[in-house]
């Protein structure tokens, strides 16, 4: 039975009085936080302890990516660095060609 309920019955000699205090009560009893929803210090403590697990499982993992990045940035600039000494060969080739050819030309035409 809930309070207002008995506070009702309680009182119901004074109809009137009965009525008003019984709705005082429910509504204070509504406006109220359950038992089994209030948090304890416990529970506070339980919950950051399991935050401050879960913080240092992805600082774990961020290293991690932190670490394959790296990795991954280096491999990126070895082939960039191939693929500049390769144009540098590839520009050199052409230039003495290119040289050799104005020189036949020149050769030629005289």
Not at 52 to 79: D, F, H, M
Request: hydrophobic letters at 45%.
């Amino acid at each position: 039975m809930k309070l207002a309920t008995r506070i009702y019955e309680a009182f119901k000699d004074d109809e009137e009085k009965a009525r008003v205090l019984a709705e005082v009560v429910e509504e204070l009893e509504s406006r109220l936080i359950p038992l089994g929803e209030l948090v304890t210090k416990g529970d506070l403590e339980i919950t950051k302890l399991t935050l401050q697990k879960e913080i240092e499982q992805v600082r774990g993992e961020i290293e991690q990516v932190r670490l394959t990045l790296q990795k991954e940035i280096e491999q990126v600039r070895r082939e960039m660095e191939q693929i500049r000494a390769s144009i540098i060969k590839w520009v050199a080739g052409l230039l003495v060609a290119q040289t050799g050819v104005i020189v036949a030309i020149i050769t030629l035409v005289r």
